[in-house]
């Protein structure tokens, strides 16, 4: 069945602090990946994003992801949170020139002041 | 330029009574997907529509919903009748054309809860 994972539902960090939030997928095919996040009050938006080539991609904010095939991977990263980074973080998945995301259950990050 | 827009934001409705959720796409997009998002749970494809056309409804319930995209205004989102288990966020996102780059914009969301 197709799916996507994350496993850590919430996370606590303090400022400074690296960030690296888990994503694994299942789903036969060619995938693209993408990391969505929500601010509080505020619309999905799209972080970054991995279509085809290296796969280590730079998003918007500091962040970026990179996707390991073999481990049917695309875990976020940043290597240092501000307290503006607090939200939830979405990852998702779709089959090549397909139109419908598979979405992971999200992560709750919080970083402390 | 303006990005997805969805209205309302929140919702209440009795139990038996309609929901009508609406979307109004990002300037030059012709696609609209629909999401739901139930707590604790991720965002679940609900519905694919272009102008006047449903695309793709696999993840519509079968009964009491639906959904349209006219040729002039909003998509719009119908939950008839509705029921306690259809509280949840409802998520609009639009495209351009669907093409091997392509990427969803999402709307705010509307928040409904069914008392």
């Known amino acids: 069945a197709q799916s996507v994972s994350q496993h850590n539902h919430h996370v606590i960090l303090s400022e400074a602090a690296s960030l690296e939030l888990g994503c694994n997928y299942s789903y036969g095919g060619t995938v693209n990946l993408f990391w969505y996040v929500q601010y509080p009050g505020q619309h999905l938006q799209l972080l970054l994003k991995y279509f085809s080539g290296d796969p280590l991609v730079k998003g918007i904010k500091g962040f970026e992801a990179e996707f390991i095939k073999s481990k049917f991977s695309f875990n976020l990263r940043k290597p240092s949170v501000q307290w503006s980074d607090t939200a939830e973080y979405f990852c998702?998945?779709?089959?090549?020139?397909?139109?419908?995301?598979?979405f992971g259950t999200g992560t709750r990050l919080k970083v402390l002041a | 330029n303006a990005g997805v827009m969805q209205n309302p934001r929140h919702l209440v409705r009795r139990r038996g009574q309609e929901a009508r959720l609406r979307c109004s796409p990002m300037?030059?997009?012709?696609?609209v997907y629909w999401y739901r998002q139930l707590p604790e749970e991720g965002l679940k494809f609900m519905v694919y529509l272009q102008k006047e056309n449903i695309i793709d409804e696999s993840g519509m319930p079968k009964e009491r919903f639906s959904a349209e995209f006219p040729k002039e205004g909003p998509s719009i989102l119908r939950i008839q009748q509705v029921v306690r288990g259809d509280s949840a966020a409802y998520f609009c996102?639009?495209?351009?054309?669907?093409?091997?780059?392509?990427?969803?914009?999402f709307g705010p969301g509307t928040r409904l809860l069914v008392l």
């Open positions: 996102a639009s495209s351009p054309p669907v093409g091997a780059q392509e990427t969803q914009y």
């Open positions: 998702a998945v779709r089959g090549s020139g397909t139109y419908k995301y598979i």
């Open positions: 300037k030059g997009h012709s696609h």
